[in-house]
């Protein structure tokens, strides 16, 4: 993608392991969000972060931003089966309201 | 209701037909987003509004592609002569957004279209 991207691409593991996704993009953003979107479901929001925060945690989330690197992950800790979905990153930048997504991480957590 | 509200929920149409996809969001989100979700892929930016206007339209593919929010609550997004390579999942989003940057979207269950 010419916006950024994601990996990995697709994630399988063992419940009560963690699952880290990274996100990079090419511009300077405002923010960067993370959203889960269940197979043939809308997407969910999970979590923002702001371009002047580095770490955010939010329950078993933990959500880090280095603007350095263009660069975000996304750490699920004790998998459940249940958080088996795609996972997107999405931003906004400049003064412009237009969110743009990444390419997605498709996380499989086996039971 | 409660929730960003799509309809219909399934389309199937074919080549060369004019499609209407409805998306009805939150009361009192001014901001309203329309995206293009293919199989396996992130959703692909349409458009957005702020209120009646189109902020931004630089993710309409062509000309075939249109969108109106009249009253600044629903929004139509209208596909002329469809094509095969239009099928997708058309996703709408509301939010209320601040004086810089846009916070959370709320999305819809989305509209899948089957261009046969």
């Known amino acids: 993608s010419q916006q950024g991207e994601e990996d990995p691409q697709a994630l399988s593991i063992q419940e009560g392991e963690n699952a880290t996704m990274n996100c990079s993009y090419k511009?300077?953003?405002?923010?960067l969000q993370w959203y889960r979107q269940n197979s043939g479901r809308g997407l969910v929001h999970l979590i923002l972060?702001?371009?002047?925060?580095r770490e955010k945690h939010s329950g078993r989330l933990r959500v880090t931003l280095d603007t350095s690197k263009k660069s975000s992950s996304l750490l699920i800790t004790a998998s459940r089966a249940a958080d088996t979905a795609s996972y997107f990153c999405?931003?906004?930048?400049?003064?412009?309201?237009?969110?743009?997504f990444g390419t997605g991480t498709k996380l499989q957590v086996i039971p | 209701g409660a929730g960003v509200s799509q309809t219909p929920s399934n389309k199937v149409t074919e080549k060369g037909k004019y499609v209407e996809l409805r998306c009805d969001p939150i009361?009192?989100?001014?901001?309203l987003y329309w995206y293009r979700q293919s199989l396996g892929q992130g959703p692909e930016f349409l458009i957005y509004?702020?209120?009646?206007?189109?902020?931004?339209d630089s993710g309409l593919p062509n000309d075939r592609f249109f969108a109106v929010r009249p009253e600044g609550s629903v929004s139509t997004l209208k596909i002329q002569r469809t094509e095969r390579g239009d099928s997708a999942v058309y996703l709408c989003?509301?939010?209320?957004?601040?004086?810089?940057?846009?916070?959370?979207?709320?999305f819809g269950e989305g509209s899948r279209l089957t261009v046969l």
């Open positions: 509004f702020q209120g009646t206007g189109a902020a931004d």
């Open positions: 999405a931003w906004n930048s400049g003064g412009y309201q237009k969110v743009t």
């Open positions: 989003a509301s939010s209320l957004t601040g004086d810089r940057g846009t916070g959370e979207l709320f």
């Open positions: 511009t300077s953003i405002n923010n």
């Open positions: 009361s009192g989100h001014t901001a």
């Open positions: 972060i702001r371009s002047n925060e």
